[in-house]
């Protein structure tokens, strides 16, 4: 929020001006850190509502906080102070919900707070991995590197799912295509024909008398179709969202053929480089494996991860206890951190993972949209001729006849 106010400097003079502050009370604080005495503050006019910013469309992205790191990290290895640092990121954030955080996030910091407790306030736009990162540089004296450890982090993490969420783009945008199709041949292209294939009083095809019949179907209840299509997804959505069906949908996941092996490589990938930042950055290494099965975003993924923290506590190594999941962990991650625990370089060897399953993912990307772009061609092609064929042999027939 911004304030106008007016005060008087220590030598009496009257100074007027703007401040922004997330409440009037902290405005009178930020003030007065500057030795001004406050004669008057009120909040700016917001202004009429059609010029107003709408928060249901500012949400803050993933982007958004990996570019604020970022920022945040050139600024600090610049040697800016860190609340000098936050107000100046908080004064260029297009976002105003985004900007009203960072400057909360800044009067936390001046205030006394240390930078992982004011970051914690925001346990959904900070995980616990962005915080304990941020914890670990404090203790260690190493907050530039840390921060660009973040940085470098979450830009990856961003890119890396810009690239799956692209490869959907056109199986999507076949799918539309595909129901317009449909909708057009159902609604304004069969009607007119199958009235005629009704008053020739012939004997139909089966095929022509089930197309008829759903044509006929839809036309009468589509409403009810529709009413039950959204009802699926909304239940299905909201049970996915509950922890008994996030496991279901998880486990389910990882036995979609063909998917299940480039979901395999996603979650290796997450984990291998989360984990090798969080014991680049310090650590321990119990700890990063509690981590990391918080942030791996599977749920079987998670229950392995947290039973080789369970057996680390024991003294066990990570190797050891992977090697009992054949089906979730491959051959290469174990070895590969087999090594790193006997050399001492676990982080590194793990890093050697990430660069060779980014590749892979990559690739598998790569071969599925090549695949998928004709098999849908094909689904499509088949599905429309399917349909004409239906309605249109039996016209054939009656013009032969």
Avoid: C
Avoid at 89 to 116: H, N, V
């Amino acid at each position: 929020m911004k304030f106008n106010y007016q005060a008087r400097t220590k030598e009496g003079q009257v100074q007027k001006g703007v401040v922004e502050a997330s409440s009037s009370d902290t405005a009178l604080i930020i003030l007065q850190k500057y030795g001004l005495y406050v004669t008057s503050l009120e909040e700016v006019a917001k202004g009429p509502i059609y010029n107003r910013q709408i928060k249901l469309f500012q949400g803050i992205s993933k982007k958004d906080v990996a570019v604020f790191t970022r920022q945040l990290a050139i600024m600090f290895k610049s040697q800016v102070p860190i609340v000098e640092s936050l107000t100046a990121i908080a004064r260029q954030a297009s976002k105003a919900d985004f900007k009203e955080k960072i400057m909360k996030l800044s009067e936390e910091i001046e205030g006394g707070s240390p930078l992982s407790s004011a970051f914690s306030i925001y346990p959904k736009l900070f995980s616990p991995f962005y915080i304990n990162m941020i914890k670990s540089g404090e203790a260690s004296g190493k907050l530039t590197e840390s921060l660009d450890y973040l940085a470098d982090h979450l830009e990856k993490e961003y890119n890396f799912q810009n690239k799956i969420k692209g490869a959907m783009l056109y199986p999507v945008f076949v799918f539309i295509v595909f129901a317009a199709v449909f909708s057009a041949m159902i609604f304004f292209i069969l009607p007119p024909l199958t009235q005629v294939l009704k008053e020739t009083g012939q004997e139909l095809p089966l095929i022509t008398k089930a197309i008829i019949a759903f044509s006929e179907f839809l036309k009468k209840w589509f409403w009810l179709a529709v009413i039950i299509l959204a009802g699926g997804i909304f239940f299905g959505l909201k049970y996915i969202k509950t922890e008994e069906g996030k496991k279901d949908f998880d486990r389910f996941s990882l036995k979609i053929p063909i998917i299940s092996s480039l979901l395999k490589k996603i979650y290796l990938t997450r984990f291998a480089e989360n984990l090798s930042t969080l014991i680049s950055g310090g650590i321990p290494i119990a700890r990063a494996l509690e981590i990391s099965g918080e942030v791996v975003g599977n749920y079987v993924y998670k229950s392995i991860i947290f039973t080789a923290m369970d057996e680390v506590r024991k003294g066990e190594q990570i190797s050891a206890t992977l090697e009992n999941y054949p089906n979730e962990i491959s051959p290469l991650f174990i070895q590969m951190a087999m090594v790193g625990e006997k050399t001492g370089r676990l982080g590194s060897s793990l890093l050697n993972i990430v660069t060779f399953y980014q590749d892979e993912v990559d690739r598998t990307i790569d071969s599925l949209i090549r695949l998928l772009e004709p098999l849908m061609l094909i689904v499509l092609g088949l599905a429309v001729a399917g349909l004409l064929a239906g309605v249109l042999l039996p016209l054939y027939s009656v013009g032969l006849g």
